[in-house]
């Protein structure tokens, strides 16, 4: 029989460090997809890229839940992983996909980093999760970090209405996906509700055999290596990363973490492809750097706890009451 654990704000928690390391582990590989999906994006189809990425990724994911014997998640776990499943491995990549093929990358950085403030604000109204004064800083420093590297690597006349409308629509499909695996990660690892919401996704992405069929057989070898990386490091790996860590915290802190994404595509591509960028856009990855280390800093045990050995009187019912006012 166990005791119940004290409240949360009478005890903050430890700092985790394994729970850091995983998510700076899926920011570093969600990143690295971005310079991946630019190679694949040229010869596969958004849907065809889609379901590639989520086959490899199944894949992996089974192939390491089968070494490890997890088995199936808990009937309470379902719900979760057919909403994020849905909305997050389906939904999300495709039409982001799509929308990075009609507007430019500077442009569907923006739209898209919507997404953790969605985050935020579901995680508050559907979790009961709070929004602390740092972690609203933080976003707010970290958007504005995302729009000056958007505004700075945006191209001229690259963009239309269909590409923003589907910008927006895969960032209010990454945060319902993060809000819906959230509660299933109560009844599960990490490594069964990310394969399984994999999985419904790459079934929900079936209708796109067709078009992965035909492109792969046009497709060069380099494309569909990016592609089988972005199902491999990208997807599996990190979503499974990302899922451990969410469980340790609050969706909206995770989410406001990703915000360093654009501070290291910046990096990456000037990097791997050679693309210097301006002082304008390293300004902006700067300030998203920034703006997750605000958001991410707890408040000293201090300022939660001001009076710590002061014990905290239990509410006594009525006849109890009567009983000490009794002479």
Not at 38 to 65: D, K, M, V, W
Not at 115 to 135: D, K, N, Q, S, V
Not at 213 to 223: E, G, R, T, V, W
Request: charged share 10%.
């Amino acid at each position: 029989m166990t005791t119940p654990s004290s409240p949360a704000t009478a005890h903050p928690e430890p700092r985790d460090g394994r729970a850091t390391a995983a998510a700076c582990t899926t920011v570093v590989l969600w990143a690295s997809a971005f310079v991946s999906i630019r190679s694949a994006g040229e010869a596969y189809s958004p849907g065809a890229l889609t379901l590639g990425r989520l086959l490899a990724g199944s894949l992996a994911l089974g192939t390491l839940l089968l070494v490890r014997r997890e088995g199936l998640p808990s009937r309470a776990a379902w719900p979760g992983i057919l909403w994020s499943g849905l909305l997050w491995f389906g939904l999300y990549m495709v039409v982001l996909n799509w929308g990075e093929q009609q507007v430019d990358a500077g442009t569907a950085a923006m739209v898209v980093n919507i997404g953790p403030l969605l985050i935020a604000l579901l995680g508050a109204r559907l979790l009961g999760e709070g929004l602390p004064r740092r972690l609203l800083l933080g976003m707010a420093v970290s958007f504005a970090g995302a729009a000056v590297v958007g505004l700075s690597m945006s191209g001229h006349g690259g963009s239309s209405v269909l590409g923003v409308l589907l910008c927006l629509l895969a960032a209010v499909a990454y945060a319902g996906g993060v809000v819906g695996q959230k509660p299933a990660l109560r009844h599960g690892s990490a490594l069964q509700i990310t394969t399984f919401g994999c999985l419904v996704g790459t079934v929900a992405c079936l209708p796109f055999a067709g078009a992965l069929i035909s492109d792969a057989a046009d497709a060069p070898l380099s494309a569909t290596l990016n592609m089988v990386y972005l199902g491999i490091f990208p997807t599996a790996l990190a979503f499974t990363t990302w899922a451990y860590a969410l469980a340790r915290t609050t969706a909206g802190r995770m989410g406001a973490t990703t915000y360093a994404v654009p501070a290291l595509v910046v990096l990456m591509s000037w990097l791997l492809l050679d693309e210097v960028p301006a002082l304008l856009t390293v300004g902006g990855g700067l300030l998203c750097l920034a703006g997750v280390a605000v958001s991410r800093k707890r408040p000293h045990p201090g300022s939660t706890r001001r009076n710590p050995v002061e014990p905290v009187e239990a509410p006594r019912h009525d006849a109890e009451r009567e009983a000490a006012d009794r002479p």
